[in-house]
């Protein structure tokens, strides 16, 4: 079975500009979230989709979007790239529903750097 | 005042010890308690979760949850060079709602 996918796994970028990160949940996961990890913040909840709707929000400015398509995949966006967005961006999959949906498996992460 | 804390560590112990890992949390609604592992460089891996208060063991590993005091632990046994990585708890109200991650401890066992 396959694992969740992110892409790309390593990106650097102008501070800015914008970026668009993928994942590809676990085949039959409903569930996808997004979290930034710093050293200094932690992991942080960004958004959760199910089913190709928004179904929580961390406390993370505008420029960070997301959305989620029919396959489940899912897409996170942002914008107007400040150096503080320097981080590992991860995504977590989950069936969504049910009593299974506490166990949320990570992907590797994309590690994007702002210069 | 962060809702889960959790001491960044780092912890060093020899190989075989008893390793004892904490967090607390202020938010009494919390009903739902996992410890994640996260190697150097990669996503964290669940290793146990928990519903409300009690202890539940795996292998090697026990986590135990006590609500009165808002407290959670996690006990990993004959502890293992392999078993160095960050410990992350994590906690949850119901189980449509979001994660709450502690910022994590790092763990080194010495052979």
């Known amino acids: 079975k396959a694992g969740v996918t992110q892409t790309p796994r390593y990106l650097i970028k102008t501070r800015g500009q914008q970026v668009t990160l993928s994942c590809s949940p676990i085949s039959g996961h409903r569930s996808v979230s997004w979290y930034q990890q710093t050293p200094g913040q932690g992991l942080q909840f960004l958004f959760e989709y199910f089913s190709e709707t928004q179904r929580n929000k961390g406390n993370f400015p505008g420029r960070f979007s997301g959305r989620q398509f029919s396959n489940s995949r899912s897409e996170m966006n942002v914008s107007t790239l400040e150096l503080g967005d320097s981080a590992l961006y991860l995504c977590a999959s989950s069936l969504g529903q049910g009593i299974d949906y506490t166990e949320a498996f990570f992907g590797q992460g994309t590690r994007l750097t702002v210069v | 005042q962060k809702e889960v804390e959790q001491d960044p560590g780092p912890l060093s112990v020899p190989e075989g010890a008893i390793v004892s890992l904490n967090c607390t949390y202020s938010n009494s609604a919390f009903q739902y308690f996992m410890w994640y592992r996260q190697y150097s460089r990669k996503g964290p891996e669940l290793l146990m979760y928990?519903?409300?208060?009690g202890n539940k063991e795996d292998g090697r590993f026990t986590a135990q949850v006590d609500k009165s005091s808002k407290y959670i632990s996690l006990f990993i046994r004959d502890s293992q060079p392999s078993d160095s990585a960050t410990y992350l708890c994590a906690m949850k109200g119901s189980s449509a709602s979001k994660i709450i991650f502690g910022s994590g401890t790092r763990l080194s066992i010495r052979p």
């Open positions: 928990t519903y409300s208060s």
